[in-house]
C-alpha cells in the first residue's frame, strides 16, 4: 500500500512539493465547484436540463447514459417539463441514430418502453 509521501510523488526533503501542492489546490477548486453547483438535485437541473429546455445548449451526441439520467432528473424536479425534454431528446436520439451511433443502437428499439415507464411508473 502506497503512502502518501508516495502518491503525492515527493521526497521528504520537499522536492516537487511545490508543483503537487498547485495540483492538490487544483483539485480543491474543482471540487468546490462541484460541490456548490451541483450539491442538490434542482442545482443540477437548472445546469443541465433547463439550459436544453431553452435552447442554450446541444445535447451529448455520444452515449445514452445521460438520456436517463436527464429524464428522471427532469421528473422528479420538474415534472411538467418532462414532455417538452421528451421530445427534444427523441429529435436528439433520431439524429445519432441516423448516424449510427453505437449506444443508440442498442437502446432504440426500447425507447419508448424506457420513457413510458419513467413517464407512468418508474420515479
Not at 437548472?46 to 451529448?60: F, Q
Request: glycine content about 4%.
Amino acid at each position: 500500500m502506497l503512502g502518501l509521501q508516495d502518491e503525492l510523488n515527493f521526497d521528504i526533503n520537499g522536492d516537487g512539493y511545490l508543483n503537487e501542492f498547485e495540483n492538490v489546490q487544483i483539485i480543491l477548486k474543482c471540487a468546490e465547484y462541484v460541490f456548490s453547483e451541483y450539491s442538490s438535485l434542482d442545482k443540477l437541473y437548472n445546469k443541465t436540463i433547463l439550459p436544453v429546455l431553452d435552447g442554450e445548449t446541444e445535447l451529448p451526441d455520444v452515449g445514452a447514459d445521460w438520456i436517463f439520467i436527464d429524464m428522471a432528473l427532469c421528473k422528479l424536479v420538474a415534472p411538467a417539463n418532462f414532455d417538452k425534454l421528451k421530445q427534444i431528446i427523441l429529435s436528439h436520439v433520431e439524429k445519432m441514430y441516423a448516424h449510427q451511433e453505437p449506444n443508440i443502437l442498442d437502446y432504440y428499439d426500447r425507447f419508448e418502453d424506457i420513457f413510458h415507464y419513467l413517464e407512468h411508473k418508474g420515479i
